[in-house]
C-alpha cells in the first residue's frame, strides 16, 4: 500500500507481433507466488495475442510519500467471500497501515469462511438501495468492487442475473461511492469487454465469456457508468481467472488489447490493492496476464 510507480516507456524487444502488424508491446510487473487450488480455464496462454500500443511499465519498489500513505486508510471490498475479493480482502487484512470491511450478502455465513473478528457488512448490490449501499461505505476512502454475478447459481437467468450484478448493481454501488464521498475505485471487469469496438466479436474468448448472460456487455456498461461518475477510478481487467498460484510474470497492456490470457486471482488482486493508491493508475485501464515463457517473481507493488 505505500509504494509508489515509476514510470518508464521502452520499446519491448520482445513484443508479440499479429498478422496486421500492429505493434504491441508487454509489460513486466512483479509477480506473487502462494499455494493455490488449481481451477481449469478454455483458454491457453500461449493463444495470448496482443494489439495496439500498450504502455510498458518497469515495476521497482520504493517508499510512497506521507501524503500518499494516508490518501487511502479504510478500504471496503464488495463480493468479499468471492475468490477474486476473499483474496484482496485477506491480503489488506495483512497491511496494518489501513483498515478494511468486507461487503457481503450475509454476515452470519461470511463470518465462518473469513473469520468471526474480521469487519464485516451486510452489502446486496441487487436489493439494496443506493441511500443504503452509501450509508453501508460511509467513512469509506477506498473501494475494491470484485462483486459479479455467478453463472452456476442459476442457469436458466444467466442473463438477467449478469444486468443485475455486473450492469445496475454495480452502477447503483458507483452511485453510492460518489454520495458516501468514496476517494478510489477499483473495479474488477474483464478483458474483451469492449471487444466489439475492435473487431472481436468472433474471437474464441468474446464468444465463450460473452455466453454467460452477455456478461461482457453488462460489464461494459458499468465500466462506462464509473468513468463518467467523476470519481478517480482503475479498471482492472483480466484475463482467464486462475486459482492456483502465478506461474508466469506479470504482463500489463493498455486498454483494448488483450482477447486471451489467464491470471493468477493472487495476482488480479495485488494489482487492485496496488492501483488504490498509486497515482499512476488513476483513471486507467490495466488489462493483465501472465506470461508463461518467463517465471513469477515476488509482487512488490506497482511502480510505475
Same mark, same amino acid.
Given at each position: 500500500m505505500k509504494l #509508489? #510507480?515509476?514510470?518508464t516507456l521502452v520499446a519491448s524487444a520482445s513484443a508479440f507481433v499479429v498478422p496486421q502488424n500492429n505493434a504491441v508491446q508487454k509489460t513486466n510487473l512483479a509477480a %506473487?507466488?502462494?499455494?493455490? =487450488?488449481? =481451477?481449469?480455464?478454455?483458454?491457453?496462454?500461449?493463444?495470448?495475442?496482443? %494489439?495496439?500500443? @500498450? %504502455?510498458?511499465?518497469? #515495476?521497482v519498489p520504493t517508499t510512497a510519500s506521507a501524503e500518499d500513505a494516508s490518501a487511502i486508510k479504510n478500504v471496503f471490498v464488495s463480493g468479499a467471500t468471492g475468490q477474486t475479493g476473499s483474496r484482496c480482502f485477506n491480503k489488506l487484512l495483512a497491511d496494518k497501515s489501513v483498515s478494511v470491511v468486507g461487503g457481503v450478502r450475509n454476515v452470519a455465513k461470511a463470518s465462518k469462511s473469513l473469520g468471526a473478528n474480521v469487519s464485516l457488512k451486510h452489502l446486496d448490490v441487487v =436489493?439494496?438501495?443506493v441511500d443504503a449501499l452509501a450509508s453501508t461505505l460511509e467513512g469509506v476512502d477506498g473501494l475494491i468492487i470484485a462483486s459479479g454475478f455467478n453463472p452456476g447459481k442459476n442457469l436458466l437467468r444467466m @442473463? @438477467? @442475473?449478469?444486468? =443485475?450484478?455486473?450492469?445496475?448493481g454495480t452502477c447503483k454501488l458507483i452511485d453510492a461511492a460518489k454520495k458516501a464521498g468514496v476517494k478510489k475505485v477499483v473495479l474488477v471487469s474483464s478483458i474483451l469487454t469492449n471487444g466489439r469496438a475492435w473487431g472481436q466479436e468472433e474471437s474464441p474468448g468474446f464468444k465463450i465469456t460473452n455466453a454467460f448472460g452477455n456478461s461482457l456487455d453488462e460489464k461494459l456498461e458499468s465500466e462506462l457508468y464509473l468513468r463518467k461518475s467523476g470519481l478517480d477510478y482503475t479498471i482492472v481487467r483480466p484475463g482467464g481467472l486462475q486459482a492456483k498460484a502465478p506461474v508466469g510474470e506479470l504482463l500489463i497492456s493498455g486498454e483494448d488489447t488483450l482477447n486471451s490470457g489467464e491470471i493468477s486471482r493472487d495476482l488480479v488482486a495485488d494489482v487492485c490493492i496496488a492501483s488504490l493508491t498509486d497515482p499512476k493508475a488513476t483513471k486507467k485501464v490495466l488489462e493483465i496476464i501472465e506470461d508463461e515463457g518467463k517465471p513469477p517473481k515476488v509482487f512488490n507493488g506497482l511502480v510505475m
Open positions: #509508489f #510507480f515509476l514510470l %506473487t507466488s502462494s499455494d493455490m =487450488e488449481e =481451477e481449469s480455464n478454455s483458454v491457453s496462454r500461449r493463444d495470448m495475442l496482443f %494489439t495496439g500500443l @500498450a %504502455t510498458s511499465l518497469l #515495476f =436489493e439494496d438501495s @442473463a @438477467a @442475473a449478469a444486468h =443485475e450484478v455486473d450492469n445496475v
